[in-house]
């Protein structure tokens, strides 16, 4: 199993990005999908997180209403519409997956972590 974020850039202030995260692997079943963030010299936040069917989404205060979560699950793939940037959401963004897969009839828990994808947003 695989977790590859896509998406990041350099963007001015109040410019928008669209990142992804694409879960690769056969049997893979995934549960609860979350983005992350880490600025230099801080602890890894989280963004937002997503429930299986996407019927339920959590954000954290400071990016209410401006990024927005999403997931396709016929593709095992997760976005993050981030509009209305602001220098401050800088940072190496992390998508994070839990779930299972199977593999010569066994069953396998994952909760894996893509390598970080880099969002500058300049003032």
């Known amino acids: 199993v695989q977790v590859v974020e896509s998406g990041g850039g350099l963007v001015q202030a109040g410019g928008s990005l669209r990142l992804s995260c694409a879960v690769s692997?056969?049997?893979?079943?995934?549960?609860?999908m979350g983005w992350y963030r880490q600025a230099p010299g801080q602890q890894r936040e989280l963004v937002a997180d997503?429930?299986?069917?996407?019927?339920?989404?959590t954000y954290a205060a400071s990016v209410k209403g401006r990024f927005t979560i999403s997931r396709d699950n016929a593709k095992n793939t997760m976005y993050l519409q981030m509009n209305s940037l602001k220098p401050e959401d800088t940072a190496v963004y992390y998508c994070?997956?839990?779930?299972?897969?199977?593999?010569?009839?066994?069953?396998?828990?994952?909760?894996?972590w893509g390598q970080g994808t880099q969002v500058t947003v300049s003032s």
């Open positions: 692997g056969s049997s893979v079943s995934i549960r609860t």
């Open positions: 994070n997956a839990q779930g299972a897969y199977i593999q010569s009839m066994t069953r396998y828990e994952f909760d894996f």
């Open positions: 997503i429930t299986t069917n996407g019927d339920t989404t």
